[in-house]
């Protein structure tokens, strides 16, 4: 079962959750997010260290058809965990070429569509990519689940995405929209989850079920997890 840690940014907290041991960590490059990641250290180990000065630099590079030497900080090894997490980007309604830039320069192994992007794009992002710039580029449909019939939007992108996030609004109704999705893409699950609900998390089953998403039921300020918490409900869950 994956455990997704969305809304990363800072380096010692990235450090941290890539030692627990978790199978995805995910980056917010949605520029109205409060969780936008502008820069990460290189101090974070797993992930190259770019600005928005330096994404520019590189754009110049590739427009001369040139290469820097130097195109990322030396990185420090984690012994903490033979695990390396999947690094996701986390998009809404972005252009492409933006999205490419950071699968390019934070080395994404995948991609996550947050806004209403169509599979169209999708398809064009991924002609893009593969093979020269990731060949095995994963891409996470999110669908925001207000009702249970929001649910059957996965038809849309079934030949096209790889894997959805079900963003779930109202908790209540998890598992009766759970059990309502008869779709063939794995999903990852999201809706609010915090420390108190491993042993709910226990209780849900489907066989698309991927994995779960932790995010800002973790935090004691936008970006900011409490680590403590966080590894004792990952090692709760995986009791």
């Known amino acids: 079962m994956i455990i997704k840690v969305s809304g990363l940014r ?3 907290q990235i450090r941290d959750v890539a030692a627990m041991g978790v199978g995805m960590m995910a980056f917010d490059f949605r520029k109205e997010s409060e969780r936008f990641v502008r820069m990460i250290s290189s101090q974070a180990g797993i992930i190259p260290d770019y600005s928005e000065q330096r994404l520019a630099a590189s754009r110049g590079y590739e427009a001369r058809g040139e290469r820097g030497e130097n195109r990322y900080e030396t990185q ?10 999947q690094k996701v980007g986390v998009f809404a309604d972005d252009m492409p070429q933006n999205i490419i830039t950071r699968i390019y320069n934070y080395q994404l192994d995948a991609v996550q569509l947050d806004g209403c992007e169509l599979p169209v794009m999708i ?4 002609r893009s990519v593969v093979p020269d710039i990731c060949p095995n580029i994963i891409i996470i449909k999110t669908l925001h689940i207000h009702e249970a019939a929001d649910v059957d939007a996965w ?7 790889d894997m959805l996030l079900l963003e779930i609004k109202n908790r209540e109704h998890v598992k009766d929209i759970v059990a309502r999705y ?34 800002e039921g973790f935090e004691t300020a936008p970006a900011v997890k409490d680590i403590a918490r966080l590894q004792a409900f990952i090692q709760q869950f995986s009791l």
């Open 10 to 12: 800072e380096a010692s």
């Open 76 to 85: 420090p090894t984690t012994t903490e965990s033979t695990l390396v997490p």
């Open 123 to 126: 398809d064009n992002l991924r």
């Open 155 to 161: 038809k849309d992108y079934e030949h096209h995405a």
């Open 182 to 215: 008869n779709g063939t893409l794995p999903f990852l699950l999201s809706y609010g989850i915090g420390p108190d609900d491993a042993d709910f998390q226990k209780t849900i089953s489907h066989p698309m079920l991927a994995g779960f998403d932790l995010d």
